[in-house]
């Protein structure tokens, strides 16, 4: 008979715990309407195993300078973290029902808003070098705390954990330890198809860690490596475990599509099924469901009185489509976003003229500017708020200052991703981009303006950023798309509201509402952020009021540009911003921080009497 170790008891007791609070991610996932469902059931067991068994961290210690540091760089698997918190006792588990709805600091990705949570992450690449700098604290405080950091494998395409990864073995950290879920899967596909890996232990070597590999599942395993730690006195550790994508619920496991899928009702019961059944075959009673409430409805934004239309982002890509389909020289670029991008029938259909970087911002445009020199037509496609942010100097040195045609494509811009949270949001983008000479800037509107932007930027000899939402928006009366000219939606002369992108219904909307109490607004979608049709933004400055509209920060938006303009006219009218304040975005849907922020008919209306007020 095998001899039982101190630690099998202890592995047992996680083995199971593990069972139990994969309902509670899949419950967390279902009422909160949005997740990760296969990366947070990837990495749960590690999480258990490391919150249950290794970390030296309590709800009593979370503020001990000595406590060990755990960076959950994976940021977008936080149910998972939310569920073993909850479980530990950082937080009340009721929290969790919170997740993802209006107003609750629960969003879709880590932030220092919940207890025990160390750093924000959701921007993948992150985690490792903020766990070089923690070590290096440590260190540097003679403290014996050590630092975890648990990454994703397609997360390993970003640079900057190679750069982190030299930094740690330069500075011989062997209180670091990198633990990587290593599941194969990324968003797109296998990661050996969408930007090969291997051979992963040997690579992670050659940077200097001591690596062990581990079943990521074993729960006895996993502890006896983590006590094992560090490896090697002088290196960092690395743990690379072997997972598998979904585990623990048989039709969720290893099925890409499973990525950030949310359970239908009869999934949910099917599931939970399965794990009850597991808890038995463990030699437990299942333990009672929690029986999530329906997330709140945050689709599409829109009122009665304007037919809805589609996604700009489906708009943009099918016309991209027909583009690529007359000129075999455009090209598009991907970082592992072509589903967010609705470009998977573009792959299918052109698979020679789309080019995958994997999880690499920075190579998606360096790549794009590289293609554009050598004479195709780049389109770079991705998130708007990592292609922005995380690229901005390749924006800027690779793309606009070298003059390199490239037409930059973010997508989901703007609060689009609602819950997800503030790394997900570009609300920076346009101000960031107005200050770098040489970019042409478009935010269509409706899907009118989307397909127009797209052609517009194909013709365009020089670099463009287009900026789209992933929502459905409602199509706009008005006049023609001309690049560089302010679209008139209505007329009126009043009052002129200047809005830009996915914000110019709410806009004509609560024109139409002030029609009626007998003030005529002017509507302008001003899609074009650069160059900005100075003479329409003069013209508006004649009326007795402006009310611009914008999905992004009031700070260096559409709202200063006109501003200044106005400014520098020698037009003194009052003007009131309507956007994001200079504060950290309120959690919710884009429907829910739209309504906050009163980027909706009535909020606008109410702007817009306010402007004049007491002029009339
Ligand atoms: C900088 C950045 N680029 C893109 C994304 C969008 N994104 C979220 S998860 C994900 C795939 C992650 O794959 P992997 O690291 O393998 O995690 P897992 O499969 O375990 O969920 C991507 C591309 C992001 N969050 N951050």
Known sequence: MAVRRATDGLADELRLRSVRLRKHVLQTIVGAGAGHTGGDLSCLDLLTVLYGGVLRVSPETVDDPDRDRFVMSKGHSVEALYVVLAERGFFPASDLATVGRPGSHYVGHPTRHVPGIEQNTGA???????????????????????????AG??????????????????????????????????????????????????????????VREVGGHDHAALLDVFAAVPFEPGRPSAVLARTVK????????????????????????????????EERRLGAEPEGRRVPSPPPRGGATGEPGLPMGRPNQDVFSETLLELARADPSVVVVTSDSRGSGKLSPFAEALPGQIVEVGIAEQTLVGVAAGLASGGR?????????????????????????????????????????????????????????????????????????????????????????????KRPVPDLPGTAFELGRARLVRDGDDLAFLATGETVWAAYAAAERLAAEGLQCRV????????????????????????????????????????????????????RRIGLPDEETFPGSQAAIFEHYGISPEGLAAAARAVVGGRR
């Open 377 to 469: 037509k780049p389109f770079a496609v991705s998130p708007a708020c990592f292609l922005t942010a995380r690229a901005l100097e390749q924006i800027k040195n690779d793309v606009a200052y070298s003059a390199q045609p490239v037409r930059l494509v973010g997508i989901s811009a703007g609060v689009s991703y609602g819950a997800l949270g503030s790394t997900h949001h570009s609300t920076h983008d346009i101000a960031a981009l107005r200050a770098i000479p040489g970019l042409t800037i478009v935010v269509p509107a409706d899907n009118h303006e989307a397909r127009a932007a797209a052609r517009a930027a194909y013709a365009s000899t020089g670099p463009v950023y287009v900026r789209i939402g």
């Open 524 to 575: 302008l979608s001003v899609h074009t952020l650069r160059p900005l049709d100075l003479e329409a933004v003069v013209a508006a400055g004649r009326t007795r009021g402006i009310v611009t509209v914008e999905e992004h920060s009031i700070a260096g938006g559409l709202g200063e540009a006109c501003a200044a303009v106005l400014a520098e006219a020698g037009l003194c009218v009052p003007l």
């Open 124 to 150: 993948l690449g992150h985690g490792l070098a903020f766990g070089v700098g923690t070590a290096l604290a440590a260190r540097q405080a003679g403290r014996s705390f050590r630092t975890f950091v648990l």
């Open 246 to 277: 979904g585990r623990g619920v048989s039709f969720i496991e290893n099925d890409v599509r499973w990525h950030h899928r949310v359970p239908k009702p009869e999934e949910l019961e099917r599931a939970m099924a399965e794990l009850e059944a």
């Open 153 to 210: 494998d397609g997360e390993l395409a970003e640079g900057s954990n190679w750069e982190a990864s030299l930094a740690a073995a330069h500075h011989r950290l062997d209180n670091l330890v990198f633990v990587l879920d290593r599941n194969e899967l990324q968003i797109t596909g296998g990661t050996e198809s969408v930007c090969a890996l291997e051979p992963l232990a040997d690579k992670l070597r050659a940077f200097g860690y001591a």
